[in-house]
């Protein structure tokens, strides 16, 4: 063998060593990207992402699970969604307005899309999905802060369940109504499927990476999760009007270029835009 091509075998060697080791650093769920299911097959409203983000869930969970929605009502996948919006979201009253419906014009609040997903996993006897704020805990440290989210994400993803994660942006600028000081507003609420996630965390990491799936469009791509350090912001837990809003570093912040439907319209450059990890539904 001459040393060229011990060279080369060398490289080759590293390299398919790197690429075991790399598969070993994540649990992942096997995405068909032909069988995603994109919220815009129930034409009765543009923001069903919260319904959407269930039967993906479903569609790539566990056999029970996948067996579930094979079952549903309809011969393809429009109608199995229809039938899963009708049953647990618009025909059961929001838990914040009980005058309207869980499925409002303007989606699912993160409390009703965690009461429809408990029941119905009660009602098709699967595990049952718990659904949880992922606000920081009070004297929490950001290394432990991560920890838990994290740890979260991967008990359900090793269960075979994708967890449905709720991303919510904020937007902070000059406002008029405070005299020219800064302000934070609420951007956009959407809910992606996570569907893989470090097996582990390193001592010094203050992030993570995750596969998603995203609903608008039923495509997949990816994010990042991680613990600002540096700036204090405010976000809020819960819905505007019945919602707290929280300071400091309440929640883990998320980069994910991939997810269009969290960009702020007529965000200027001036002005603060922040994506957080909001509410995690799942099976943890």
Not at 61 to 82: C, I, K, S, Y
Request: proline fraction near 5%; glycine fraction near 8%.
């Amino acid at each position: 063998m001459s040393v060229a091509q011990r060279f080369l075998l060398l490289l080759l060697l590293a390299f398919f060593s790197s690429a075991t080791a790399n598969a070993q650093e994540s649990v992942s769920l096997p995405v068909d990207p032909a069988a995603i299911i994109d919220q815009h097959l129930y034409t009765d409203s543009e923001n069903a992402c919260g319904p959407a983000a269930v039967a993906n869930s479903l569609v790539f969970g566990t056999e029970p699970m996948r067996q579930a929605w094979g079952n549903f009502v309809g011969g393809d996948d429009r109608t199995r969604l229809r039938f899963l919006v009708d049953r647990w979201f618009r025909s059961r009253a929001s838990l914040e307005f009980p005058t309207k419906k869980r499925l409002a014009i303007d989606g699912v609040l993160e409390e009703d899309l965690a009461a429809a997903c408990a029941e119905m996993s009660r009602d098709l006897r699967l595990p049952l999905l718990q659904g949880t704020y992922l606000d920081r805990l009070a004297g929490e440290k950001s290394p432990a802060f991560l920890a838990r989210v994290h740890e979260a994400l991967l008990e359900s993803v090793e269960n075979g369940v994708p967890p449905i994660l709720s991303l919510k942006s904020y937007v902070a600028r000059r406002l008029e109504r405070l005299d020219g000081g800064v302000g934070w507003m609420v951007a956009e609420h959407h809910c992606v499927v996570v569907t893989g996630v470090r097996s582990s965390l390193r001592p010094g990491d203050l992030g993570f990476s995750v596969d998603l799936i995203d609903p608008n469009g039923g495509y997949q791509t990816s994010a990042f999760i991680y613990a600002e350090n540096q700036l204090n912001f405010r976000a809020l837990k819960g819905s505007e009007g019945n919602g707290k809003w929280l300071s400091g570093r309440p929640y883990l912040l998320v980069q994910a270029p991939g997810v269009l439907s969290i960009r702020p319209d007529k965000a200027e450059w001036q002005d603060r835009i922040i994506v957080t990890a909001n509410y995690l539904i799942g099976d943890f």
